[in-house]
């Protein structure tokens, strides 16, 4: 057992001791950069930002090929930065894109005079319950939709565009793939937002078609699931929907405000975990069933797309699956240990599909954890002696990995420090699988067989119980929410912070090494002020002369006398 232990930690330093691929994180850089910017300028900025980039990204191409070595590719820095340029014109053309849409589109007239329409429109998204301070429950509603048509004093206009509709009482009930007619007054979204407009609905909705839409199917087994988990507790009840398939509708507010205070709220929607346990469950499976590589490999994406289409194909929910994928390679050791590689790429391909992600923070908060698991999480756990299990160090080092790299920006969005957060999310990440497993395993049988979904039900509902429990033993702890710096100082103090952590985790677990480094650091210290007094008079330097002054010997003053025969 201890030298199948020490090989396994081998193989780890082997692992960490490849050098990392950085040649994408430039494009990443331009990539996000342009995306963001692209959410806050007009059309024509935007067409601007392509063409300067699309020229740099030429004339750099050019130059690396006029100037590298003859039979070689050109693998320069200038390559590199190429590449970067040409993403961010892709992503600059398509923000342009969306932004006429936005500003000479159908709904341009009436968001200019804010006058009232008669709209047509395509539901396209699942009603989410919007709060309103003061009440007990919230009673209005936001749901994606796309226009059909619009009338707007007196004239029809058809077109396509993208909007968000917040209504009252009757558009809970909506779903996909629904053709409805209602009114209300055409808004301005707030900026950041890659919508055409907001449309602000005085009626309820009026059905006027129905089409078959994936979406409409999701809601209605997520629907089953909860009406299945209902025998369970308040607390694990709404708690376990939102953990397996990210429906937090039957959640109680105390719960979900102590989960906030432990900084556990990202275990109520479906994560780049969730999509990692999925995914690694139907490895272990494929595995078991003796599997070729290849066949492994699809009967897995398929399971995970499977997945993703029980919880509802989402942007969010597909978000989650690529970084889950790439977090499970990072922990699995990857390619060739080429983690980062596929985290890049795949923020690429998300920002490309969908640039309005580089002003979501939950898009940035997925990257950074994903980001944390690749470049920390594989060195923590192997800082951690052999006969530890290595389920739990990597139950340690994950959740440590992605703290520290999400705290700064949660601490940005919400000025507190939960000194609990860390210990409450390894605590509750030991259960977080079974809940993953099988609440996804009962969801189908909810549907189908709900009387036989009650064991998977009952073994998940009872880990989601003691989530729930964890949460509110660490909410109502003394000191769970302090007060921490706003803006910049907050963001500055809480990175040193981060950092301290790590060279604490890292002295602790190597208390030999750490004395070492202090024992060298005194000997260097000792060297430079020994050097130090003839480079500076005065000081500590010219008493320290004087001290080694007053140890010589006093010079005689007494003539000598002279060598020879005595004088008659």
Request: proline share 7%; charged share 15%; with cysteine.
């Amino acid at each position: 057992m201890a030298n199948s232990a020490e090989v396994t930690r081998l193989a780890g330093v082997s692992a960490l001791s490849r050098r990392t691929d950085l040649r994408l994180v430039p494009a990443v850089l331009v990539t996000w950069s342009v995306a963001l910017a692209g959410a806050f300028i007009d059309a024509t900025w935007s067409a601007a930002l392509a063409g300067v980039f699309a020229l740099a990204g030429g004339l750099l191409l050019v130059g690396a090929r006029r100037h590298r070595p003859a039979l070689h590719r050109p693998r320069t820095v200038p390559a590199t930065i190429a590449l970067a340029c040409i993403l961010g014109a892709a992503v600059a053309v398509d923000c342009a894109v969306m932004a006429n849409t936005r500003e000479e589109g159908p709904l341009a007239e009436a968001v200019a005079e804010g006058s009232g329409v008669l709209i047509h429109v395509l539901i396209t998204g699942v009603p989410t319950e919007v709060r309103v301070p003061g009440h007990a429950s919230g009673n209005r509603w936001s749901v994606d939709a796309a226009l059909v048509e619009v009338t707007s004093k007196g004239s029809v206009i058809q077109g396509s565009a993208d909007l968000v509709i917040v209504g009252g009482n009757g558009w809970q009930d909506v779903r996909p793939g629904q053709r409805v007619r209602t009114s209300g007054t055409i808004k301005a979204v707030r900026e950041g937002q890659m919508q055409a407009a907001l449309l602000s609905a005085s009626s309820a909705p009026v059905v006027v078609a129905s089409t078959l839409d994936i979406r409409q199917s999701v809601a209605d087994v997520r629907r089953h699931f909860i009406e299945a988990s209902g025998w369970l507790p308040p607390d694990p009840a709404g708690l376990m929907p939102g953990m397996v398939t990210g429906d937090t509708s039957a959640l109680p507010e105390s719960l979900e405000a102590d989960m906030k205070t432990t900084g556990m709220t990202h275990l109520t929607a479906v994560s780049g975990a969730n999509c990692s346990l999925v995914l690694g469950g139907f490895i272990l499976l494929a595995r078991c069933l003796r599997l070729t590589r290849p066949v492994a490999g699809i009967f897995a994406a398929c399971g995970l797309a499977a997945f993703v289409v029980m919880v509802g194909p989402e942007p969010s929910v597909l978000r989650a699956a690529v970084m889950g994928t790439v977090g499970l390679a990072a922990l699995i050791g990857g390619l060739r240990g080429r983690s980062l590689t596929f985290l890049c790429l795949a923020t690429i391909v998300l920002l490309l599909l969908d640039p309005s992600m580089a002003a979501n923070v939950g898009f940035l908060l997925s990257v950074l954890a994903t980001l944390g698991i690749v470049l920390l999480a594989t060195r923590v756990a192997s800082w951690i002696p052999v006969w530890v299990p290595r389920w739990l160090a990597a139950g340690v080092a994950v959740p440590l990995s992605a703290q520290l790299l999400c705290g700064p920006v949660i601490v940005a969005l919400q000025p507190q420090f939960t000194p609990y957060a860390f210990i409450a999310n390894v605590v509750a990440g030991i259960l977080v699988a079974p809940v993953t497993v099988f609440g996804t395993l009962a969801v189908p049988l909810a549907v189908g067989l709900p009387w036989l979904a009650a064991v998977p039900i009952a073994i998940a509902g009872t880990c989601a119980g003691v989530v729930a429990g964890v949460a509110r033993f660490f909410a109502h702890l003394p000191g769970a929410a302090l007060p921490w710096a706003e803006g910049p100082a907050g963001i500055v103090s809480m990175v040193a912070f981060s950092m301290m952590t790590l060279l604490l985790v890292w002295v602790a677990l190597h208390p030999m090494q750490a004395i070492a480094g202090i024992v060298w650091l005194h000997d260097a210290v000792v060297v430079l002020l020994d050097r130090w007094p003839g480079k500076r008079v005065g000081g500590w330097g010219a008493a320290k002369e004087t001290q080694r002054g007053l140890h010589k010997p006093r010079r005689s003053t007494k003539r000598p006398r002279p060598k020879g025969p005595p004088q008659r």
